[in-house]
């Protein structure tokens, strides 16, 4: 299977032969910068144009179709719209604050970003705690988010960014707990052996029941943090018109909606990752021939699938349910899926312990 | 039955007017009030339920009408008292007796400027605090600059006033310097409309909800005194565009009685299918705007999808989609189409399976019953007492639909059920709609195929003139009982005319519901009351 | 235990439901599409005969109409969006008599009540169902509807009428 590492230590020795190594470092920051920044751009555009295919598709319409070929432009003609657009000055509302919070959210999300494997020796961020690290980044974008709520001067946003710091700080515990449980199966932090680990069997296969009880928690808690629907209350249009970005335009409303779109890459992500073997290609035992073929599909290709599949369940879940209150959010995390994720740690544990898995 | 004379023998200053259809009961004003409570209260008499409230300029007097209907035996009777004091008019309010009075009597003392002595919360209802004069008095000066087309906004007092029965003047807050106030309107997606409710939070909790209407004010009211009956036509669908074709039925029907004019059989058979179907497309639109504003947005959609089949069934035989201009007094404009029975039975079998869909889509969904199941729970007491007919109060239990109280049209020839809940919460509201919709499907099925041959209308005089004297006919329109009361005095134009909206008492409930709930519920109380703004403000 | 069942019950139906409905969306999914594709459709999209889009007058081939002038759709018209411009002119037989000069039709105020093609005694007029009418200012709203050149029919009014 091809290795990306080839390439980047191409470059890297490249690099090297022609300046001394300390400016060689700094300028492979800036093109691996660059890069994410255009990765991160791209996919956002991917996916709000997917989302809106997939939407309307749900909803008995066509969807996106007048700007380019099946309407492939539209997030294009829409990325340059918002590009363009005035970011409008509101009175009486913390300056610094105001404009701080959108870079916040967007800082937070890039980060967490950089720490996905997207394939063999394509990662940007790979260290002992890897994963550890990744959930940290992430829970950054909540301060953003209070913030805009705060700064904006707004009775709506503010409710919408108190709504959010209780989901956000309620499903960290989900998402860390059952992130915790395939730590326990894989035996370590460390996204590239996490990975490698799932040579012979992804790990939701080998970890079976605990496993499935901890993929299906992280994706329950995974749209939540997200704010995605049905857990969009901090930005229920329909109570709050638009939550804590109520007050935002222009670009700085952009930052808050790629924000939003990459996140659900990122949860995609890191359950392709723990769950679905990252680039891992699908292997049955036994099926040698098979098994060859599904190697020649280029790595790359199946982290992005595999995490493709997994936005589309969580549109899917958008789509089809009603939003709930904020009671019976909070209910949902601490009466029903904390106990169970603690159980469930707990079984995986026994499993692991035991050697109960594949 | 009201026994006439113990009243005259009670009340001494009260006067019996035996009317067309029903008496009147004059009382001056120091008898008005015990004699409303006597009617609520007797034995006899109940009349717990106020259909309609009117205020009247009756030339030397100020006062008002109301129609008194009671919820057991079904009798009505009209109420009047008035003040021959135009300058300051002033009348003890039955607000405390009847809770629909409470914004009945706000409307009436803006349009007429007549203040009731004991009502908590005397402000203008729809027009502006700074307009000048009550717009239907009859000495009222319409001249354009009186009132101006102001561009500066008006700004929202938090206090009001109220009158004490010596005429003295109160002021009280509405809201605390320390409350937080949030605006859930004009503007704003799940008003369904420009209604405006401030909302006193608590964190999440609704503590106090005060409505604003009249964004969407046009006066409909005072324009139709100077429009003949033709020409009123029109403005009847442009109160609750979702009923559009029942409430143009009710014009229609009382104008008719008023006439004594009877329309022929085949008539009576197109108005009736063609108030279920409007029924049906209000309901769906219901079902998909709930959805919506309960965060189901693919709901929304299926929703559309099917209401699209019945404003179809309607356009090819009326010619209008959300407002038909489809009955005229005396018939229909025009005969029905040949498809439209071939049409109708498509769709009756169309259906079903995508109500099947909705419940699995949302009736059963266990997110969307924990949103509503139990949230607002509005008593059949309260109900009558607020007048909230329709679904929303036959989901508290109280068996108000007048297709079956009072049938009109056909509907005492079709065999329905009624349905009626006990529980009175938003899930039931909804799940009223939600059977009402094969219910419709029902009659539809029983009337498609059996309207009998006959003329489409009746010939009428080019200039109508009602006799003298007031009528009142209500139909049941898609949110409730849709009345119109008119009070001719033998012109071409009506001397009164007042339409009992079926939105108006929804919106009055609201802040009985959403108190002690949270901002969520508040929108899920208002998506199943299903209120129509332009039928709240007229 | 009892507790502790029904949370268990609740849970389990709860979570069937949510499938139950993901599984409804999904066959919505993979379903023909309802919406249509306007305006690529447009040379196939008919609106039903007794749509009513705009008002017109009658003409016949030889361009006359039937308008005599008499106002009363004018003064029935409930919104004031009709404008009847007349002028007495004198016929061979030297009688007065009444001759549409403008009919003028305001489409931005009509509330298509139908009560002008109702009480019209010489059914001049008449509704299209046309339905592309959105302009650039409000003055485009306002249709003089006799055709240039046009005259009252003489009195045998032609059969065919087209608009």
Known sequence: MFDFSVITRWVDQLLRGVMPDAAATVVECVIIGLCLLLGYSVIALALIYAERKVCAWFQCRLGPNRVGPLGLLQSVADMVKMLIKEIIEIRHVDRFLFGLAPYIVIVASVGAFACLPFARGLQVLDFNVGIFFLVAVSSIGVVGILLAGWASNNKYSLIGAMRSGAQMISYELSIGLSILTMVVLSGTLQITELVEGQADGWLLFKGHVPAAIAFVIYLVAGTAETNRGPFDLPEADSELTAGYHTEYSGMHFGFFYLAEYLNLFIVAGVATTLFLGGWMPLHVPGWEGFNEVMDYIPSIFWFFGKAGVMIFVIMWFKWTFPRLRIDQLLRLEWKYLLPVNLLNLLLMVIVVVYKLHF | ?538 | MNNASEYIVNFARGTRSLLVGMRATLRVFFRAKTTERYPENRATLTMFDRFRGELVMLHDEQNYHRCTACGICEMNCPNGTLRVTSEWVVDEAGKKKKSLVEYQYDLGSCLFCQLCVRTCAQQALGFLPTFEHAVFTRGKLIHKLNREGSSLAPKPVAESHTV
């Open chain 2, 1 to 538: 039955m009201i026994g006439i004379d113990k009243i005259i023998a009670r009340f001494p200053g009260t006067r019996v007017e035996e009317g067309a259809a029903l008496p009147t009961l004059v009382a001056p004003p120091g008898e008005y009030r015990a004699l409303a409570g006597f009617l609520r209260d007797d034995e006899g008499a109940r009349f717990d339920y106020l259909a309609c409230m009117t205020g009247v300029d009756g030339g030397e007097w100020l006062g008002v009408v109301l129609l008194l209907e009671s919820t057991t035996s079904g009798e009505r009777v009209y109420l009047q008292t008035g003040t021959t004091d135009r300058e300051r008019p002033l009348l003890p309010t039955v607000s405390d007796l009847w809770e629909t009075a409470n914004l009945n009597e706000r409307e009436v003392y803006d349009y007429f400027g007549i203040r009731f002595a004991g009502h908590p919360d005397t402000r203008r209802l729809f027009l502006r605090n700074d307009w000048v004069g009550y717009p239907l008095r009859k000495d009222y000066d319409a001249d354009a600059l009186v009132n101006p087309v102001r561009l500066e906004s008006d700004e929202t007092p938090d206090d009001t006033r109220s009158w004490r029965e010596d005429g003295g003047e109160e002021a009280h807050a509405l809201f605390d310097d320390e409350e937080y106030v949030v605006n859930i309107g004009p503007q704003h997606p799940a008003t369904h409309g420009v209604l405006r409710f401030r909302v006193a939070l608590e964190g999440e909790i609704v503590k106090k909800v005060d409505v604003h209407c009249g964004y969407i004010h046009r006066g409909i009211e005072k324009m139709c005194e100077s429009l003949t009956y033709p020409q009123m036509l029109p403005m009847t669908d442009r109160l609750d565009y979702l009923a559009a074709h029942q409430h143009r039925h009710a014009l229609c029907l009382c104008v008719e009685e008023a006439l004594q004019m009877e329309v022929p059989e085949r008539v009576k058979y197109i108005r009736t299918i063609m108030d279920e179907l409007n029924r049906l497309s209000s309901h769906l639109l219901f079902w998909s705007t709930l959805c919506m504003d309960l965060g189901a947005l693919t709901a929304f959609f299926y929703g559309f999808r099917d209401r699209e089949k019945v404003l179809d069934i309607m356009e090819e035989t009326t010619g209008g989609r959300l407002i038909q201009h489809y009955n005229v007094i005396g018939g229909v404009t025009d005969d029905i189409h040949p498809n439209l029975a071939r049409r109708v039975k498509e769709f009756i079998k169309y259906l079903p399976p995508m109500l099947k869909e909705y419940d699995e889509v949302f009736t059963g969904n266990v997110i969307a019953r924990e949103r509503m199941t139990g949230v607002g729970v509005l008593s059949r007491a309260d109900a009558i007492s607020y007048g909230v007919t329709g679904p929303s109060g036959r989901a508290s239990g109280w068996a108000c639909d007048v297709r079956k109280r009072r049938p009109y049209g056909v509907y005492d020839k079709v065999d329905f059920k009624e349905i009626v809940h006990e529980e009175g919460d938003s899930f039931h509201r909804y799940l009223t709609r939600v059977e009402e919709i094969t219910e419709s499907l029902r009659i539809l099925e029983q009337l498609v195929d059996n309207v009998p041959p006959g003329e489409f209308a009746v010939k009428t005089k080019p200039v109508i003139k009602l006799p003298e004297g007031r009528y009142f006919k209500s139909v049941e329109g898609s949110r409730g009982e849709f009345g119109v009361y008119i009070e001719s005095r033998g012109e071409k134009t009506p001397y009164r005319l007042k339409f009992r909206s079926t939105s108006f008492p929804l919106v009055s409930v609201v802040p009985l519901l959403a108190r002690g709930s949270k901002i969520a519920d508040l929108i899920a109380i208002g998506g199943t009351l299903d209120y129509i703004v332009p039928d709240v403000d007229r």
